[in-house]
């Protein structure tokens, strides 16, 4: 397990980054120096400060796959920042479903353990790669992509960095199988059976 000041060192440099990757972000320009929410009556240093990733970086490996996410949502002085973060928990062979980000490109820095990671172009071709501490890999804008901790022992923990405030969420396995899409839609896009499909929308809780 790596060391909690390492990985504060490399929290930090991954902060760094993010700042610097802003000029080349792709949220709309701003006109001030910052949006501030309305009805906001007065905005101080706290506004600016966000707090919930502490104890994090220090926690033991969660049950299931964990992302804690500082996006605009989560921390509304980013509104306008074209930058944000998530840390990403993997217990021993965790896994991040295949999943899409439509507003924005993703740096992943990890800073524990290791994790195999891909994503697929366009032209349906996979890009994947064994990362270990200290590695860093780039998912492209919008394409499919995944992480997977493949160590039956140990825990894995990786933070990510987005050219956007709201760089939002896509996952497949849920958006194809919990959102109300006909069986036998899915059933002649998959080549199987509706029995099939069934099992597996309800393996994820979804809608029959």
Known sequence: MASTVVKHLLFFTVVVFASSWTAQASDPDI??????PPNSNAVNG???TFTGMRGVLDSDAPPNFKVTKAGMAEFPALNGQSVSFAVLQFPAGGVNPPHTHP???????????SLVVGF???ANKLYTQTLQLGDMFMFPKGLVHFQYNADAQEQATAISA???????TVSVPLSVFTTGIDDGILAASFKTDVATIQKIKAGLGGKA
Do not use: I, K, P, Q
Not at 31 to 36: I, K, Q, Y
Not at 103 to 113: D, I, K, Q, T, Y
Not at 162 to 168: E, H, R, T
């Open 31 to 36: 006109l001030t120096d910052f949006v501030v």
């Open 46 to 48: 706290s506004f600016f």
């Open 103 to 113: 507003r924005s490109a993703e740096h992943l820095f990890v800073v524990e353990g």
């Open 120 to 122: 697929v172009d366009t």
């Open 162 to 168: 987005f050219g956007s405030a709201n760089a939002g």
